[in-house]
């Protein structure tokens, strides 16, 4: 009976403290919203690729040669992974970019007064973040590039399968791989789905913050009326 009182007292708060909340959750949503907004757009590219042994064992055995140089692992996807997201295929990529290319509106002006060592360094850290690989359930390699433009992000996609075989040829890895699909421009931005996304947080906090307030606003009515 108690816990029954208790309840309707709760909803009677909310209820009496509901343009509070509302409001709230309406703000949250909107400035969400704005921020969501000053995100620049960013685009993804995917090439596709199947990794074939000339010893004629498969995808498993082609990679398993990985461990030459070291590389160990659990999952055969996480070990390409290991290599798409290393900073010498990065840097090997990077020395085959113009810096001023490929940033354009990315980086501020004063960017492009370093050096070319200290701008191959920037080059590839952003080459680094912006590549990622996965496995298919079928053997297939995706090799996919988040950039701010989208036939950036495509060239750069395809850059990387590239300069992947060369990573191959240069360190004797008995490995050959064939283009399956190669990477076009995305005709939409990625960032869609997570504005909506952040404004539906923005919102569930606003609701939250709401409804503590009203609790809070309530138990200092009661405190002053005592």
């Known amino acids: 009976m ?17 343009w509070l909340i509302i409001s709230l959750v309406l703000v949250f949503a909107f400035f969400s ?5 000053g995100k620049p757009k960013m685009y993804e590219a995917t090439a596709t690729i199947l990794l074939v ?15 030459i140089a070291g590389i160990s692992g659990g999952k055969d996807d996480s070990k390409l992974l290991l290599i ?30 370093l050096d070319v060592s200290e701008q191959q360094s920037i080059l590839t850290s952003h080459l680094q973040s912006s590549v990622k690989g996965q496995q298919t359930s079928n053997g297939a390699i995706l090799i996919s590039v988040v950039w701010p ?43 869609t789905s997570q504005r909506k996304q952040a404004i539906l947080v923005g919102a569930i906090w606003g609701g939250i913050l709401g409804i503590v307030g009203a ?12």
Request: glycine share 4%; no cysteine; charged share 25%.
């Open 2 to 18: 108690d816990d029954e009182i208790n309840l309707l007292e709760y909803l009677d708060i909310i209820s009496k403290r509901k």
């Open 53 to 67: 042994d000339n010893s004629g064992g498969g995808l498993a055995s082609a990679l398993s040669v990985f461990s």
């Open 149 to 191: 433009e989208p036939e950036m992000a495509a060239k750069l996609a395809n850059l990387y399968v590239e300069e992947l075989g060369k990573f191959f040829n240069k360190r004797s890895f008995n490995i050959n791989f064939q283009m399956i699909d190669s990477a076009l421009a995305p005709s939409g931005p990625i960032n």
């Open 33 to 37: 919203f704005v921020f969501s907004l």
């Open 84 to 113: 798409l997201k290393s900073r010498a295929l990065a840097e090997q990529l990077a020395a085959r970019l113009d810096f001023s290319e490929i940033i354009k509106d990315n980086l501020s002006n004063s960017l492009k007064k």
């Open 215 to 226: 609790f809070i606003l309530e138990s200092l009515g009661k405190v002053r009326s005592a």
